[in-house]
C-alpha cells in the first residue's frame, strides 16, 4: 500500500485483480457495488458521481466490504452477487457504517494524515487542505480531522434546524461540564449555523462562511468564551458542514478541572 497521501484505492483494487469501473445503479442514492462473480471480485462506483474525491471514498467504501472479515458474505445477498452501498455515513446500516470508518482510515491513515494535519493549521481551510492532499470527500476529510487533531474542536453536520451528527475531537471530549450534541437535536439559535440553514440557496450553492460564535451556544457548560465556527453548504448532500474550532479555555480553569480530576481519582488508593 502506498507510502504517501494520497492513497489510490483504485490502484490497490486493481493489484488485487479487482476491476474498477463505472456503472450505472438500479435504484437512487447508491454510491458504488461491489460485485461477486464466483471467487473473482469487482467494484463499481456510482455513474452520476462526478467528484474524483467523493469517487475515491466510494471506492474506499467497497474495499471495506471486501477486506473487513465477515462482510462479503453478509452484504453481497442472494445470487446475483451484488452489494449495493449508500457510502458517505448516512446510512444507520451497521456494515455500512464499519466500510465508511475503514474509507476514512484507508484514505487517511493516521501517521500519514497526522502529520499533514500539524501543518494544515485549524478549521474549514484547513480541511479544505487536506482534502487536496488525501483526494477524498471534505466530508470524511472533515471527520478525520475531528478524531485526529489535538486541539478542542469539534465537526457538526446538519440539515435545516436538525443535527445530523456531531465529532468532537479527544481534547474536547475531555472538557468537563460541557453537553454532547446528538443526532435530530436542534441546531442551536443564534449561533451562525442556525442562521445559515433558513436559506436553503446557501446549500445548494455550497456558500462558505467564516464567523464566530460562543462555546456556551453549541455545549452549554460554564465556558462562556468565544470560538471560530466556519461553515459551507455540502450541496450535493443537501446539508451543511460546521467547523468549532479556536476554543481557548483560561488556563485557570483547565488546572482547576485537573485538580477535581485528581480529587475524584484519589479516594480509590485510600482505605
Ligand atoms: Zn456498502
Redesign the pocket.
Known amino acids: 500500500m502506498g507510502l504517501a497521501l494520497p492513497i489510490d484505492p483504485i490502484r490497490v483494487a486493481r493489484d488485487r485483480d479487482i476491476e474498477v469501473a463505472a456503472k450505472s445503479a438500479s435504484s437512487g442514492g447508491v454510491s458504488g457495488m461491489?460485485i461477486r462473480v464466483g471467487d473473482q471480485f469487482a467494484i463499481a462506483y456510482a455513474t452520476h458521481i462526478e467528484n474524483d474525491g467523493f469517487k475515491n471514498f466510494c471506492v474506499a467504501?467497497?474495499l471495506g466490504?471486501y477486506f473487513l472479515p465477515g462482510h462479503p458474505d453478509a452484504?453481497i445477498q442472494g445470487t446475483n452477487g451484488v452489494?449495493e452501498?449508500?457510502?458517505g455515513f448516512t446510512s444507520t446500516d451497521p456494515?455500512?457504517m464499519q466500510?465508511d470508518r475503514f474509507a476514512a482510515a484507508f484514505l487517511m491513515p493516521r501517521h500519514l494524515f497526522f502529520p499533514a494535519l500539524e501543518r494544515a493549521g485549524e478549521g474549514l481551510a484547513a480541511i479544505e487542505g487536506l482534502e487536496m492532499t488525501c483526494k477524498t470527500s471534505l466530508h470524511a476529510t472533515a471527520i478525520r480531522y475531528a478524531q485526529c487533531t489535538r486541539e478542542l474542536a469539534a465537526i457538526v453536520v446538519s440539515t435545516g434546524s436538525r443535527i445530523d451528527h456531531c465529532f468532537m475531537s479527544e481534547a474536547l471530549k475531555n472538557v468537563r461540564g460541557i453537553d454532547w450534541l446528538r443526532k435530530r437535536e436542534a441546531v442551536p439559535r443564534g449561533t451562525p449555523t442556525h442562521a445559515f440553514n433558513q436559506d436553503s440557496n446557501n446549500v445548494r450553492k455550497a456558500v462558505r462562511v467564516e464567523s464566530t460564535s460562543n462555546l456556551q451556544q453549541w455545549f452549554g457548560g460554564k465556558h462562556n468564551v468565544s470560538i471560530s465556527e466556519d461553515m459551507i453548504g455540502l450541496a450535493s448532500y443537501g446539508k451543511t458542514l460546521t467547523v468549532l474550532y479556536g476554543i481557548d479555555l483560561p488556563e485557570a480553569e483547565e488546572e482547576e478541572d485537573e485538580a477535581a480530576l485528581i480529587e475524584s481519582w484519589t479516594p480509590l488508593f485510600r482505605r
Open positions: 461491489l467504501h467497497e466490504h452484504v452489494h452501498s449508500r457510502a456494515y455500512e466500510a
